[in-house]
């Protein structure tokens, strides 16, 4: 990948550094690298790893280093723009906004708009439903209530109407050492609770993790969901590395601002080991039955023959560890909702003609809309990676690929790249057009499928478990609550086959066998 080659000036004739004065006050290169890595692994670490499911061993990780080179390309190609419009008349853009204006005039600056602000709705609905899950497994709710996770999303609506409603920007300032140690903490107690998975998976019975099955190298679907995982586990990618946006301001910020795009990618490569070493790490405990939250899967107590139920990772009572890391958490979320939610208000105000969005009307419509959207969305919808694939594909895509493209070649890229940038670019944003089709597609097959079909945890049998695994089930000692399982046609001469019966604590399990009417 090419990258900028000119040596650093600080003459404020270049246009691109700042006096000596101005300097000091922003952030030198080690602290730029910094911001950027911790701004990636936030709470991204949870559920990273349950993406390895949808695509093995090979293709998982591969779209992640896709989405890491692309993103870095990005990267590169918005700071040559501004470099290369920026004079002593015209100095460079400070925010997105502005870059995309001067890159692609009002249409471009329009859909920017549009995009980002869904964009950032789309994250703060994320972000509560990982809260509304680490919030049930700190304080599980009784189960005669239903889903707790959903009550809880409905309960951090108060979370909500703080955010929006109160200015509280002096407590993040206060709080912002924190950053740093919450997710040295996350990460540390993450790869702690896939090692104590790994020794829990030893329990397993052989017959029912058998290496085909519990693990794949490629996508275990046909061609075609293979190629809409791979458009979905592109999108997610783009996702987790989604800071184009923020290169402008970046380079406002920084002290040397031609030193953004070899910091970014520091910061990118190092986050890059990371997600695969965790990735890594979580497929080889939990395999394709691991949970979406890691935190769920970190439990201690569970019953005789977990391994062959439901969700078998999620059965049991929380750990300690568990706990902690979901504290943790949620103390990462609350002080990034401080500026998240507080960007989602200022982006839906601005899309409001100019005369009416300092109004009362406005300043109530939006704070309700968001707060009431918010809670909705996110009792409706219970996983977060696939609305983060359903964000990247309907939205990212476009602002950190498309628009940075089209903008790069708007301005006369073709001065600063050869044939063969020009090739991949073209590459790139045709696998753009794919992902923000397909991965959309792709995103909401799984999130009405899994609507429709939520899991029965601590259930039995597991679908697609063999017959010596629910021997072992039963040899194991396995028994719950009268649950029952039949996989038979009930058609004029057919067969009413494999129905297993568990009774109550005590009772004998009764497997029977079909038997023709």
Not at 26 to 34: A, D, P, R, V
Not at 158 to 164: D, G, H, K, N
Not at 345 to 365: C, D, N, S
Request: hydrophobic share 50%; glycine share 10%; with cysteine.
């Amino acid at each position: 990948m090419e990258t900028e080659t000119e040596s650093d000036t600080n003459s404020p004739e270049s246009g691109n550094e700042d006096s000596e004065e101005d300097v000091g006050r922003k952030m030198t290169s080690f602290e730029l690298c910094s911001n950027v890595l911790i701004s990636l692994t936030g709470t991204v670490v949870l559920g990273i790893g349950s993406k390895m499911q949808q695509g093995g061993w090979v293709m998982t990780p591969l779209m992640l280093v896709v989405g890491t080179a692309v993103i870095s390309e990005m990267v590169w190609v918005v700071s040559t723009t501004i470099d290369n419009t920026t004079t002593k008349d015209r100095p460079a853009p400070r925010s997105y906004k502005e870059y995309i204006g001067l890159a692609l005039g009002r249409p471009g600056e329009l859909v920017s708009a549009v995009t980002s602000t869904f964009s950032l709705f789309s994250m703060i609905c994320g972000g509560l439903i990982v809260l509304a899950q680490n919030m049930e497994a700190i304080m599980p709710l009784p189960q005669a209530w239903g889903d707790g996770q959903k009550w809880w999303a409905l309960f951090l609506t108060a979370e909500t109407l703080v955010f929006v409603f109160v200015d509280i920007g002096d407590l993040l300032d206060k709080a912002a050492w924190l950053g740093p140690f919450v997710t040295a903490g996350v990460f540390i107690m993450v790869f702690w609770g896939c090692a104590n998975a790994l020794l829990a998976k030893a329990e397993i019975p052989e017959a029912c993790i058998p290496s085909a099955e519990y693990t794949s190298m490629w996508t275990a679907h046909g061609f075609g969901d293979g190629m809409l995982s791979l458009a979905q586990l592109g999108s997610y990618s783009i996702f987790v590395f989604a800071i184009v946006v923020t290169v402008p301001t970046l380079k406002s910020q920084t002290a040397k601002p031609r030193r953004v795009v070899h910091m970014s990618l520091l910061a990118f490569a190092i986050a890059t080991m990371l997600f695969v070493a965790l990735m890594v790490t979580y497929y080889a405990a939990f395999g394709n039955i691991g949970p979406e939250n890691v935190i769920q899967g970190m439990k201690t107590d569970r019953p005789a023959g977990w391994w062959a139920t439901v969700e078998p990772w999620r059965t049991g009572k929380e750990t300690h560890l568990g706990k902690i890391l979901a504290t943790l958490v949620n103390v990462h979320l609350c002080l990034s909702d401080v500026v998240y939610v507080g960007c989602t208000v200022v982006a839906f105000e601005a899309l409001f003609p100019r005369k009416y969005r300092h109004g009362w009307r406005v300043w109530i419509t939006v704070r309700v809309f968001i707060t009431v959207a918010r809670t909705l969305v996110a009792t409706l919808i219970t996983s977060f990676t696939t609305l983060s694939s359903l964000t990247g594909s309907l939205f990212v895509v476009l602002n950190n690929i498309l628009l940075p493209i089209l903008g790069f070649w708007a301005v006369g890229g073709s001065k600063a790249a050869g044939p063969g940038r020009m090739l991949a670019h073209a590459i790139m944003f045709t696998f753009a057009v794919y992902m923000v089709g397909a991965g959309t597609w792709g995103s909401i097959q799984n999130l009405v499928t899994h609507a429709h079909n939520p899991p029965k945890i601590g259930c039995f049998p597991r679908p697609g478990i063999s017959e010596a695994c629910k021997a072992a089930y039963v040899s194991a000692g396995g028994s719950a609550a009268v649950v029952r399982h039949m996989s038979a046609r009930d058609d004029a001469g057919g067969a009413i086959g494999d129905m297993y019966v568990l009774r109550g604590l005590g009772a004998a399990a009764i497997i029977g066998s079909a038997s023709r009417r």
